[in-house]
């Protein structure tokens, strides 16, 4: 997988994580699919944490799991979308075709998987952009977090703007 490849060698070898073998099993029951390849071995590898400073993705077995995650996103999500269907142009799961919750970052926007076709690793990914409506990102998961992390620009003390440096912080 070139996309995990080069998030890899841009994130660094991962650390022994305090995780079991991870058991997909329930998320995936929920879902009704396989979850993306890709996102499942960043996350067998590296367990739940935060990427670059920002983007936040959660693990099976992590202090907040994934599918507990899922739960309350899905529910708070297709409830905001009953009352202003306008601002969310696509379902939340369980409803078919829904999004898929994995991740959020720290400005506030959502990140899914947009299931698409019939295969997890050619499923898309969605950011609700905060207050700002929605894009998507055809490419897997590696490939979206390569490219957030490119995009990324933080302020260092200086009050400088200066590129994110790639990084795992795991929790």
Not at 38 to 50: A, C, N, R
Not at 105 to 118: A, S, T, V, W
Not at 119 to 141: L, N, Q, R
Not at 158 to 166: K, L, N, T, Y
Request: glycine content about 10%; hydrophobic content about 35%.
């Amino acid at each position: 997988m070139p996309g995990l490849d080069e998030l890899t060698r841009l994130l660094g070898t991962p650390s022994l994580h305090a995780h079991a073998p991870t058991d997909w099993s329930g998320v995936e029951r929920y879902v009704g699919s396989f979850l993306p390849s890709d996102f499942k071995i960043f996350l067998d590898s590296y367990g739940p944490g935060v990427i670059a400073d920002e983007l936040v993705v959660f693990h099976p077995q992590g202090r907040t799991p994934l599918l507990e995650r899922m739960h309350k996103i899905h529910g708070s999500w297709t409830e905001a979308r009953s009352q202003h269907p306008a601002d969310f142009p696509y379902p939340f799961h369980p409803q078919p075709g829904g999004l898929i919750s994995w991740g959020y970052d720290y400005g506030g926007d959502e990140h899914f998987f947009l299931p698409y076709g019939h295969h997890p690793d050619s499923w898309k990914i969605v950011t609700m952009a905060h207050e700002e409506g929605c894009e998507v990102f055809d490419g897997s998961f590696s490939d979206f977090v390569i490219a957030f992390m490119k995009r990324l620009q933080v302020m260092d003390e200086a009050g400088d703007i200066r590129p994110a440096v790639p990084s795992f912080e795991p929790y």
